[in-house]
Every structure is written in structure tokens, then in C-alpha cells.
């Protein structure tokens, strides 16, 4: 009885990190489709014949500024999922010992 009620733990918690982890996946998702519009952009920009009077050279440096913190945004996701998939493994490490333990 004890390794069932264990075991459903662990999947209880595997269930609930596909989750999460699809969750993070669509927001990444939607994060890189913009840096791709941003390429796009910053390419028609630079294409452009003229600087009209410094407003595209303006346009390219927030462009810039934007492919840089939507790269931020990207690691920071990475570090947070990096984080709670450590502790997803204790929280499994530790359900796995409290299954296994004799009462």
C-alpha cells in the first residue's frame, strides 16, 4: 500500500512538471517568434535608402535594445526552469526514500 501511494506521488509530481514545463514552452515560444519579427525589422530597416534625418539609425539602436532583453528574457526562463526542474528531482528523490522506508 505504502509503494503505491509512493508511486502515485511521484507521478502526481512528473504530471504536474509536464505541465509547468509545457506552460514555460509557449511563453518561450512566443519570446522567440518576437526576436525573429525584431531580425525581420531591424533587416527592412537597414535596407531602407535613407536615414530620414536620423530616425532609422534611432530605430535600428531600439531594435537592438529590444533583441537584447528579449535574449534576457530567454536565459532568465532557462535559469528558472533550470531551478524547478532541481527541485522537482529532490521532491521525486524524496518521495522515492519515503516509499521505500519501513514504517
Known amino acids: 500500500m505504502r509503494r503505491i501511494i509512493g508511486t502515485l506521488a511521484v507521478g502526481g509530481l512528473l504530471v504536474l512538471a509536464a505541465g509547468t514545463a509545457a506552460v514555460a514552452e509557449d511563453a518561450d515560444a512566443e519570446i522567440t ?5 525584431l531580425e ?5 530597416l537597414q535596407a531602407a535608402p535613407h536615414d530620414y534625418k536620423g530616425h532609422r539609425t534611432n530605430a535600428v539602436k531600439h531594435v537592438n535594445e529590444a533583441l537584447g532583453e528579449t535574449k534576457q528574457a530567454l536565459n532568465t526562463s532557462e535559469k528558472k526552469e533550470q531551478k524547478a526542474e532541481k527541485k522537482e528531482q529532490k521532491q521525486e528523490h524524496e518521495a522515492e526514500k519515503k516509499a521505500k522506508k519501513p514504517r
Not at 517568434?33 to 519579427?37: M, V
Not at 525581420?40 to 527592412?44: D, M
Open 33 to 37: 517568434a518576437a526576436q525573429h519579427d
Open 40 to 44: 525581420s525589422a531591424k533587416n527592412h
